[in-house]
């Protein structure tokens, strides 16, 4: 499971970088203004995005057995590149070679204003893997017109016609991942999971005639496309002699490199288990590899691997492409350890119903680390938090793994600006509070959101799985519920007695200014007027708000202001809203322990689907006036095998590349593993 960062995130990640406030040494590791001011995090912006840059923090001290290690991973996270374009739309992949192509070779007028507009949409697909947008899946609109198109295929001579170049311009799959029942789950949707002429009926009738261990099960459908030949249902498997086999093989050998050189026995058997999966794609071994990959803590270098997240599959079973190579921040993860010690306690003094909570809480690791490679689902859009595995029985059983991103979260604090903040701030107090300690609360919520959200609680006996049990809705509440952990705990003084909260007081306030002033308006930003709330997370955020302003209104914890004309959320008792925060963290774990579909639902639909119409035009027109964007996503280092005569490799370097499209370029001619259509 993936945290990814908000707009409200960013705002204080930004605006506390330019003030540099002190914090507890305990807590924060400070960054010298020299190595601030060294290093330039910001690449380029074009449309709704802004690039950056991230460092290594560590790579230098590793030994060169280690540094391969870290090589051979990237490499082989790299080498699955196409899958992810392909699992995001069937034409994509023609899509953007063509595009390439045309980039590549055309020797006509670059000035105009179509050619940028060209370029610029190149450049989205390669920031979302595909034709539809990163995060609110709706099909980009080409600001050039299909005739300049043709004229720039006939004078590269590029081979493209037919489908694929239609749907650029037409009104066909206009949304990657739709959640609106009305439209169709399956028939709606423009990803690639499910053959064209498969229902969501279908879906539904294939994997629950699925029989699997009840007590261990399998992540069904996890690997596979569900297709109809003949009129009968069957699977096409992602592995070696599979679909994307070519991709995939790719994979195993870079994995067997990697193997030879990883830092432990326990390591070593991991990747063994992966590259078995890969190689079978036997659901099973999938799950042992997960067993292994989770208990193995010990090493500086960690990695994740495989198809994983389910948010781009509508009825939640697909798992999307996803690779992050990571180097241990020694310094913060000790820290952070503090809270992986405690995970019982918060489990026992959690406001779930005792019969909805763990009794032994096994295995939470938690560690703060700096990417090194990211490729798939995390690129070139990255999350800031991941907990991994899903597969509930084994988080129960055997642990899980909690990172959060540092030197990702780094860059984004150093590469923006903090106009949006004192924009929508109420007053100076909320401003201060965002100075001073906004920062923090947002490390310490993604902590608490990864470590202890997503390994609390327990499902009924015999209630399926939340993908089975609470279908397009399972993703929206499971991050709902962990960001209500995050959030009902961050005022608790036992932040303070384990070290790692300066002033649980000062923490609360910014954290709930925070998650209200996003949840209810600058996640709006993000938006179209007119455009209902479809992606999981920004639909999470709105329903944890606007429920609690709700059930709150008879008390004004929180109060709608107008002040010059404008609208603002103040909260008035900080105490109310964390009771309120209790009280649907126990409600949504209850939908989730008894499956309560019906419930479940209800909780999305009414808060976290629709937008007031009136504060969204409002949101838009006062964001006019900002110039930067409200996506970001990384360009990744390059890392570079420095080799003898004998072509041993002596040591690794890291560069930074050109630009964002010179890494793209050169992705499409080392990684290119896969046909047009797959």
């Known amino acids: 499971m993936k945290f990814r960062y908000t707009l409200g995130f960013i705002l ?7 003030c540099q406030p002190k914090q507890d040494k305990t807590v924060l590791s400070e960054t010298t203004t020299a190595q601030k001011n060294s290093f330039e995090f910001f690449s ?37 590149r196409d899958i992810m374009y392909d699992q995001n739309y069937r034409h994509n992949l023609k899509i953007r070679r063509a595009l390439e192509n045309i980039y590549l070779k055309f020797e ?14 190149l450049k989205r697909i390669w920031f979302a893997n595909g034709i539809h947008h990163h995060y609110a899946n709706d099909k980009f609109i080409p600001e050039f017109s299909k005739e300049y198109l043709a004229s720039l295929i006939e004078a ?18 206009a949304k990657k991942v739709n959640l609106n029942p009305e439209k169709g789950l399956i028939k709606g949707s423009a990803i690639n999971f499910y053959g064209q002429n498969v229902t969501a009926e279908d879906v539904d009738a294939y994997y629950s005639a699925m029989k699997v261990d009840e007590n261990q099960p399998v992540e069904k459908g996890l690997n596979t496309k569900l297709i109809k030949e003949n009129g009968s249902l069957t699977e096409k498997v992602w592995k070696s002699g599979g679909m994307y086999g070519a991709a995939i093989d790719q994979i195993i050998y870079w994995l067997e490199m990697a193997k030879e050189v990883a830092e432990n026995e326990a390591q070593a058997k991991g990747l ?39 948010y781009n599959d509508p009825k939640g079973y697909k798992g999307s492409y996803e690779t992050v190579v990571q180097i241990k921040d020694f310094e913060m993860s000790e820290k952070m350890a503090a809270l992986a010690n405690n995970a019982q306690w918060f489990e026992d003094n959690s406001t779930l119903d005792p019969s909805h909570k763990k009794e032994n809480v096994v295995g939470v690791s938690y560690k703060t680390v700096n990417v090194a490679a990211e490729a798939g689902d995390a690129s070139p859009s990255t999350p800031i ?41 109420y007053d100076e107090d909320e401003i201060k509070y965002e100075e001073e300690y906004g920062q923090l609360a947002d490390k310490l919520h993604t902590a608490l959101h990864e470590v202890i959200g997503h390994a609390s609680g327990r499902l009924n006996p015999g209630v399926g799985t939340p993908k089975e049990t609470m279908k397009n809705y399972a993703s929206t509440l499971e991050e709902a519920r962990a960001d209500l952990v995050g959030l009902y705990y961050l005022p608790d003084e036992k932040l303070v007695e384990i070290g790692i909260s300066p002033n649980a007081e000062a923490i609360g306030k910014a954290a709930y200014d925070g998650y209200i002033r996003n949840g209810l308006m600058t996640q709006l ?4 007027l007119g455009d209902d709330i479809e992606e999981a997370h920004m639909r999470n955020r709105q329903l944890v708000a606007a429920w609690a302003m709700e059930k709150g209104s008879a008390d004004q914890v929180i109060e709608k202001v107008t002040k010059d004309g404008k609208t603002y ?37 009414t808060y976290g689907v629709k937008v007031d119409q009136t504060i969204h035009k409002e949101v838009l027109e006062r964001n006019s006036q900002f110039k930067s964007a409200p996506y970001s996503g990384f360009i990744n280092p390059i890392l570079v095998p420095q080799e003898d005569e004998n072509g041993n490799i002596t040591d690794i370097t890291v560069e930074q590349p050109e630009s964002f499209t010179a890494q793209m370029l050169q992705y499409a001619e080392d990684f290119t593993t896969l046909p047009d259509e797959n």
Not at 581 to 586: A, I, S
């Open 12 to 18: 204080a990640m930004t605006f506390l970088f330019s």
């Open 525 to 528: 930003i993000r938006l179209n």
């Open 272 to 310: 063994e288990l992966l590259i078995a999966y890969y190689k079978t794609g036997d659901l099973k071994k999938w799950d042992e590899y997960n067993i292994v990959w989770a208990q193995a803590t010990e090493g500086d270098i960690d990695y994740i691997n495989g198809f994983i997240e389910v």
């Open 569 to 605: 959320y103040k909260i008035n008792d900080y105490a109310k809203l964390r009771d309120l925060f209790g009280e649907l963290l126990k409600e949504i774990q209850r939908i989730k322990s008894e499956g309560d579909f019906e419930s479940g639902k209800a909780l999305v639909e």
């Open 385 to 425: 938090g991941i907990n991994l595995p899903n597969n509930n029985w084994i988080r129960e059983q055997h642990g899980s793994k909690s990172v959060s991103l540092g030197n990702i979260i780094h860059a984004y604090a150093n590469a923006g600006s903090t106009g949006r903040l004192k924009e929508f701030a």
């Open 44 to 80: 380029e912006q074009f449309a709704d995005i802004k690039i950056l840059r991230y460092q290594i923090p560590g790579f230098e001290q590793l030994t060169l057995e280690q540094k391969k290690y870290v090589y051979f991973l990237g490499q082989a996270g790299l080498s699955g």
């Open 108 to 121: 006509g007028d670059k000035n105009t204003a179509e050619w940028k507009s060209f370029e610029t949409y």
């Open 156 to 173: 590269t001579q590029t081979n493209f016609d037919g489908e694929a170049l239609d749907v650029i311009f037409n009104q066909e799959d």
